[in-house]
C-alpha cells in the first residue's frame, strides 16, 4: 500500500501536469455536447451519437485529417459509455503489448463486468501481424476498438479487420468550428483574442483544430498581457507547419502538376510552397519536376529536363530550406515553357504496338555485328 506521502506526491505532479499540458488538450471534451464539429456523425441524429448513447458501439475505425477529433471522439466514448479506455500506439506497441491489452481486459470483464476500449493511435502503422492480434478479440466482442488515421483504411487497414469495424469519416472543421474552439481557448488563458489574429489564425487552420489551439497558445505567450494582435498571431503562424496526412499530399502533388500544365506560374509556386511548409521531401518534388520536364515540356523546350536535373542536384548539394530557391527556379521554368506530349505519345505508341503484337524480333540490318546470328562483316585491313 502506499504511503500517504507517495499519494499526495503523485496526486501533485498529475496536478502539475494537467496545469502544463498543451491548451488542446487542456480544452479536451469529456461530453458528446463539448465536441467541436463532426455534426454529420455527432449531431442531434448522427449516427455515431445513437450508438454511443445507446452503448450499443461496436469496433469502429476512424479517420480524416489531422486535427478533426478523432482522439477526442474516442476518449468521450469512453466516458459515456463508462467503460475502460486503453490507449496503445501504432509506433511504439508491438504483438506482445497487443496480448497484454487483450488479456487484462478479459480478466477486467470477468472480475468487475467493465468492458474495454482499446484505442490505437495511426493504426494504419501496424503491420499485418499486428492488425491480426486484434482479430480475435474484435470478433469475440471481448474489445471495443476504435481506430485511429490520417489515411484511407481501405488501403491501410488490412481486409479482415476492416470488414469487423464501422468506418466513419471525420471532415475539416469548418471556419465557425475553428472560432468556438479559439475562443473557447482565449477564455480558458483569460487573454483577449484581437478579431483580425483570430481571422488570421483560422484561415491559416486548415481546418485542423488543434493546429489553431496551438498556434493560438503561441501567440498568447508573445502577447504581453496576454493581448493577442495580428503580429502576434503571424508570428505564432511562422513556427506552425501546414501539415497534412498522404491523401492530401497526393492531391497537393497533383495541384503542383496541373498549375505547370497550365502554365500558371503563380499557382505552381503556391501549391510548392505547401509542399514545403508540410514538410514533404524536397527530393520527391525534386523527382516530379524531372517527370514533368519530358512528360509535359520534352521536345517544346529542351533546355527543361537539364534544369530539371540541375534542381534536384542543388538539392542534395545545399539541402533546405535554400534549395527552395533551386526548386522555385525550376517550377517557373517548367510552367514558362511550351508545352508538348510529343514525348509521351511516342513512347506510348511503341509500348502500344509492341503489346498490341508487332514482331519483337530484329531485323537482319539493326542487328549486333558481333552476335552469332548477326551479318558477319568482314574486318577492315590496315596496309
Not at 456523425?41 to 479517420?63: C, F, Q, T, V
Not at 469475440?140 to 489515411?151: C, S
Not at 506530349?341 to 511503341?350: E, L, P, Q
Request: aromatic share 4%; net charge negative; charged share 25%.
Amino acid at each position: 500500500m502506499a504511503e500517504p506521502s507517495e499519494d499526495l506526491f503523485t496526486q501533485s505532479a498529475l496536478r502539475t501536469l494537467r496545469e502544463q499540458a498543451p491548451l488542446a488538450a487542456r480544452l479536451r471534451p469529456r461530453s458528446i455536447d463539448d465536441i467541436v464539429g463532426q455534426q454529420h456523425l455527432l449531431g442531434p441524429n448522427g449516427p455515431l451519437r445513437r450508438l454511443i448513447e445507446s452503448d450499443r458501439l461496436s469496433s469502429i475505425i476512424l479517420w480524416g485529417p489531422p486535427g478533426t477529433g478523432k482522439t477526442t471522439v474516442a476518449e468521450v466514448i469512453a466516458v459515456v459509455t463508462q467503460r475502460e479506455f486503453v490507449r496503445l500506439s501504432a509506433v511504439t506497441s508491438g504483438v506482445k503489448d497487443v496480448r497484454e491489452v487483450i488479456d487484462a481486459a478479459q480478466r477486467r470483464l470477468g472480475e468487475q463486468q467493465r468492458r474495454t476500449i482499446v484505442f490505437v493511435d495511426e493504426i494504419h502503422r501496424f503491420n499485418a501481424a499486428q492488425q491480426d492480434s486484434l482479430l480475435p478479440a474484435v470478433e469475440a466482442g471481448l474489445i471495443t476498438l476504435i481506430g485511429a488515421t490520417t489515411e484511407n483504411p481501405f488501403f491501410e487497414v488490412n481486409a479482415p479487420l476492416r470488414s469487423r469495424s464501422t468506418l466513419l469519416r471525420l471532415e475539416p472543421l469548418t471556419n465557425e468550428d475553428v472560432g468556438r474552439l479559439l475562443d473557447r481557448g482565449a477564455h480558458v488563458e483569460h487573454a483577449l483574442l484581437d478579431d483580425a489574429a483570430r481571422a488570421l489564425i483560422i484561415e491559416r487552420s486548415g481546418g485542423d483544430g488543434r493546429q489553431a489551439l496551438t498556434s493560438l497558445e503561441v501567440a498568447i505567450a508573445l502577447a504581453p498581457e496576454k493581448k493577442v494582435s495580428l503580429a502576434h498571431a503571424e508570428a505564432a503562424l511562422s513556427t506552425s507547419a501546414l501539415r497534412y496526412g498522404r491523401n492530401d499530399h497526393y492531391d497537393v502533388v497533383s495541384a503542383l502538376i496541373k498549375s505547370m500544365r497550365a502554365s500558371d506560374e503563380k499557382s505552381a509556386l503556391f501549391w510548392l510552397a505547401r509542399m514545403l511548409e508540410a514538410g514533404d521531401d524536397p527530393r520527391f518534388i525534386a523527382r516530379r519536376l524531372i517527370i514533368f520536364a519530358s512528360e509535359d515540356v520534352g521536345l517544346a523546350d529542351n533546355s527543361a529536363l537539364a534544369v530539371a536535373v540541375a534542381a534536384a542536384h542543388a538539392v542534395e548539394s545545399v539541402g533546405m530550406p535554400e534549395a527552395r530557391y533551386n526548386l522555385a527556379h525550376a517550377v517557373m521554368h517548367l510552367a514558362g515553357a511550351a508545352k508538348s506530349r510529343a514525348v509521351t505519345d511516342a513512347i506510348g505508341a511503341a509500348r502500344d504496338s509492341l503489346l498490341g503484337g508487332a514482331s519483337i524480333e530484329v531485323p537482319e540490318h539493326l542487328r549486333d555485328t558481333n552476335s552469332p546470328h548477326g551479318s558477319v562483316i568482314p574486318p577492315r585491313r590496315y596496309d
